[in-house]
């Protein structure tokens, strides 16, 4: 279980305050979406959750299933279980993507005191987990992410994301969207990751993701704060309605 408690984060540089007192509690096995205006702080918000330099938390906390997140290393927070998608579309010329998955996997998996895979181990797994996502093994032999179509790095992430076996994924979901295509891929990923024993945050700017990845509950994020929570319905309410009045009601002026 995610549990974030009155969390205040502002920029390193400039001081400038993002988070105003964030407060989500996210069950183990539950989807939950947060939305929001752009500028409110959604990407912050994971920034911070992973752990990603130039954010100083001023007040509150963040556990995952009891661990002080906000303590540890990125690498330590990954080695707990926590996944942050799309924020890394790195390309890494003369890296091949086995080579560098099998990396991440081993390091994660020295982490937890786990033995690492060898070569063998790790091309079977692998190939199971592609085959089950319905992803092309071909891709697993080229450069990380060099000439990938935006499509095969959304592939790339699902795959790593399936690898990584996280407890806890978050998804940003970029400004500009994604294409109905990537759409799919993303929500079929997650939809065939979804598991009891796995959470997930997926930041949209847009409903319609939330019409293939079910959340169980929606946010909607302003000012650095959640300003309101609900079920499935309350995406469809603000894609309708937008959200003028939910800011007002709140007495938020700009965001
Ligand atoms: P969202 O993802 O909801 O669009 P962000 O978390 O990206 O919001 O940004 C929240 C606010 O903080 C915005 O006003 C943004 O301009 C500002 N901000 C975030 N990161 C930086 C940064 N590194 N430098 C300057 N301003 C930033
Ligand atoms: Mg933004
Ligand atoms: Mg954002």
């Known amino acids: 279980m995610l549990e974030i ?11 400038k305050k993002i988070l105003k007192g964030v407060n989500l509690t996210i069950e183990t096995g539950k989807v939950h979406a947060i939305m929001g205006p752009n500028g409110s702080g959604k990407s912050t918000l994971s920034y911070v ?3 990603r330099d130039g954010y100083a938390v001023t007040e509150g906390s963040a556990t995952l299933d009891g661990e002080n997140l906000l303590e540890q290393e990125p690498e330590e927070r990954a080695a707990e279980g926590l996944f942050l998608a799309f924020q890394y579309p790195v390309e890494i010329p003369g890296v091949g993507n086995m080579t560098f998955l099998r990396t991440a996997v081993n390091a994660q998996r020295k982490a937890r005191g786990e033995e690492e895979y060898s070569a063998g181990e790790f091309l079977k797994i692998v190939r199971e987990k592609a085959k089950s996502l319905k992803i092309d093994a071909e891709m697993l032999k080229r450069p990380v992410n060099v000439g990938f179509s935006g499509g095969e790095k959304k592939r790339n992430e699902i795959l790593q994301m399936a690898m990584l076996e996280p407890k806890m994924c978050i998804l940003d979901e970029t400004d500009s969207g994604l294409d109905v295509d990537a759409m799919k891929l993303v929500s079929d990923g997650v939809n065939a990751l979804r598991s009891e024993g796995r959470s997930f945050l997926v930041i949209t700017h847009y409903q319609r993701l939330l019409d293939h990845i079910k959340p169980d509950v929606v946010h909607i994020m302003a000012a650095g704060r959640i300003i309101k929570t609900g079920g499935p319905e309350l995406a469809l309410e603000v894609e309708k309605n937008g959200y003028s009045d939910l800011l007002k009601e709140h007495g938020i002026s700009e965001v």
């Open 5 to 15: 408690k009155n969390l205040h984060a502002e920029l390193e540089e400039g001081g």
């Open 49 to 51: 959750l992973s752990g």
